[in-house]
């Protein structure tokens, strides 16, 4: 993929996909919701045209923008673009290389979100849980069905109220999936879903336990999709079952 050398450890990655949000403009936006029950996680609506999610940015918030953007591909679609334009800027005379290759990112892309909102689809209506409120962007591309978030900030931990109602809601639930993320000890979640009919299973946005190379981006998302997948398909009898990343 484009600029891969540069890209090809989990840290350089986030850090470029975090400048990119900032820098392109048009990057549609999400606020940070500020409960940890979303309940109206399932109520969105959805562009299914590229170019109309950003020709015009019209989500303004008055909340904390949300820094995940990388998790919707249709997001490193358009920064692939505004790289290779950067990129010929400064360096014109491999300006055919640098759109040739953005050409093909763009396609792979293209090909991973198809992928991906194949292999989703059917479990749109599957209620799931997440360790903090980082998959906005992806839940929103693919049409998931977030109920709630441990913690709204990767920084912030949890009240007992709020864990209270977060126990509450998982009893009313049957066969739901909790997720964990590997930057963070499990311990809360265990204790969380102590004694309850849940998965629990592991979701890492950053592809932090993927080897490096210049796929990491593809392989990220492929594995968030894969996990889900799995925990979301499993049979309702699974109880408390835990799964890593696959």
């Known amino acids: 993929m484009l ?19 900032t820098l392109a403009p048009n990057t549609p936006k999400l606020a940070y919701r500020d409960n940890s029950l979303f309940t109206d996680s399932h109520d969105h ?22 820094p995940h953007g990388w998790l ?25 290389n640098y759109r040739s290759n953005a050409a093909a990112a ?10 991906v909102a194949q292999q989703l689809e059917s479990l749109s209506d599957k209620p ?45 639930h049957t066969d739901v999936c909790v997720f964990t993320e590997p930057q963070f000890s499990d311990k809360l979640v265990r204790s969380l879903t102590r004694d309850l009919d849940v998965s629990i299973a592991e979701l890492d946005p950053l592809g932090s336990r993927l080897a490096k190379g210049s796929d990491l981006y593809t392989r990220t998302i492929e594995q968030l999709s894969n996990t889900l997948a799995t925990c979301l398909e499993a049979p309702s009898n699974h109880s408390s079952r835990h799964q890593r990343a696959v």
């Open 128 to 172: 799931f849980v997440v360790f903090h409120d980082s998959y906005h962007y992806f839940e929103d591309r693919f049409n998931l069905y977030v109920t709630a978030a441990i913690t709204l900030s990767d920084a912030d931990l949890p009240s007992i109220r709020q864990l209270n109602s977060l126990r509450s809601l998982l009893d009313k």
């Open 106 to 115: 763009k396609q792979q892309l293209k090909q991973l979100q198809h992928k």
């Open 45 to 66: 609506e959805h562009e299914t045209d590229h170019e109309a999610d950003h020709d015009t940015n019209t989500n303004e918030h008055n909340s904390a923008i949300d």
């Open 72 to 96: 919707d591909p249709s997001n490193a679609i358009y920064w692939v673009e505004l790289i290779a334009e950067q990129l010929t800027a400064l360096d014109s005379k491999n300006a055919n």
């Open 3 to 21: 600029a891969s050398r540069f890209i090809s450890r989990p840290t350089q990655l986030i850090r470029l996909l975090h400048n990119m949000q």
